[in-house]
């Protein structure tokens, strides 16, 4: 996963809710970096290393590159993750 793509919907996750008439945005590129990348709900994602740094990224509003807070920069929490074959 090289970019992070973003699909957004008003009200319920219905077809006919789905913003941008169903297509993805593209926010940003360089994913591809990371193992797994999950979402912590409420303006966060989570993104874990192969190394097994796990980070974090925030934003608020919707995800869009110009409301990730920290510049869009990772905020590495800790390591060591990789011991881990599933997380959340």
């Known amino acids: 996963m090289e970019n992070y793509h973003n699909y957004s919907y008003s ?5 006919n809710n789905f913003n941008n008439n169903g297509n993805e945005r593209v926010i940003s590129s360089g994913w591809n970096i990371y193992r797994k990348i999950f979402s912590g709900g409420s303006g966060i994602i989570f ?13 608020s509003g919707s995800p869009d590159l110009n409301n990730f807070n920290n510049n869009g920069n990772e905020r590495v929490i800790s390591s060591g993750w990789n011991i881990y074959s599933k997380i959340f």
Do not use: H, T
């Open 11 to 15: 009200g319920s996750p219905d077809l």
């Open 47 to 59: 993104a874990q290393k192969p190394n097994g740094e796990l980070s974090y990224y925030s934003y």
